[in-house]
C-alpha cells in the first residue's frame, strides 16, 4: 500500500507540510572582551590580564543590553530600547579578561559561565562558527564571549560564505555580533558597538 508516516499523511504530504511549518532562528551573541590591561608591562601570563576600569563598566554595560529579569517575565522598561533576550547559555574563552567581561551578565542572570577551547585567542574560525551553529540547534539564547583575531576570522568567512551583514562591520572591545542561525545556517549577521563609557 505504499509508504506511510503517520496517520493517513504520504511521505510527499510530510515534506509538505514540513516547508510550511514556521522556521525558527536563533541568535548566537558573540562578544569581544571588554578593555584589559596591556600586554605591554605585563610579566604575568597573558590569560591572566584583568578588565581595565574602562573594561568593568563595559561589562556591565554588556549585561545592561540583555534582559535580566526573571525568565519569562517581560521587561517594561519605557522609552528605552529594547533589551536583547535573557541568555540561557553563557560559554567563555578561559582568559580572565573573557571570564570578566561575561561576569555581570552572568550574576544578573544567575547563570555560570562556560569554558570552551575553540574561543580562546588563535583558535580556528571555522571551528568557533560550527560550534556556534552547533549551539543554536540547542536553541535558547547562547552568548559567547572571544578574542579579536577570532571573531575577525569569523566575520570574514561569514562574508565569503554571502551571509548579510548590514551595517557597520568592526570588531571593537566590547563589541557584540549576532548570528542569526535557521536550520543550521548563518544567513546574517549584525554588528552592536560597544558602550561608551
Keep these: 500500500m505504499g509508504n506511510r508516516t503517520s496517520g493517513s ?7 509538505a507540510r514540513a516547508r510550511d511549518e514556521p522556521r525558527t532562528t536563533v541568535a548566537v551573541y558573540v562578544v569581544r572582551h571588554a578593555h584589559a590591561q596591556p600586554r605591554d608591562g605585563w610579566a604575568d601570563p597573558d590569560d591572566e590580564r584583568p578588565l581595565t576600569d574602562r573594561g568593568v563598566k563595559e561589562a556591565q554595560a554588556l549585561a545592561d543590553r540583555f534582559d535580566t529579569g526573571a525568565p519569562g517575565a517581560r521587561s ?11 541568555p540561557t547559555l553563557l560559554v567563555s574563552s578561559s582568559a580572565k579578561r573573557c571570564l ?5 551578565l552572568a550574576a544578573a542572570c544567575g547563570l555560570p559561565v562556560g569554558t570552551a577551547e575553540f574561543l580562546s585567542e588563535g583558535s580556528d574560525a571555522g571551528c568557533a562558527l560550527m560550534q556556534a551553529k552547533e549551539l543554536a540547534a540547542g536553541g535558547g539564547v547562547p552568548v559567547l564571549c ?7 576570522g569569523m566575520v570574514e568567512l561569514l562574508e565569503k560564505a554571502g551571509a548579510y551583514l548590514p551595517g557597520p562591520v568592526d570588531v571593537k ?15 546574517s549577521a549584525r554588528y552592536i ?3 561608551k563609557v
Excluded: C, N, Q, Y
Excluded at 499523511?9 to 515534506?15: R, V
Design 9 to 15: 499523511e504520504t511521505p510527499g504530504h510530510s515534506a
Design 193 to 195: 558597538p560597544p558602550v
Design 76 to 86: 517594561l522598561r519605557s522609552g528605552a530600547p529594547p533589551r536583547e533576550p535573557r
Design 100 to 104: 570578566a567581561t561575561l561576569g555581570p
Design 173 to 187: 572591545k566590547g563589541s557584540v555580533w549576532v548570528l542569526e542561525i535557521e536550520s543550521g545556517s548563518i544567513g
Design 146 to 152: 572571544t578574542h579579536g583575531d577570532v571573531i575577525w
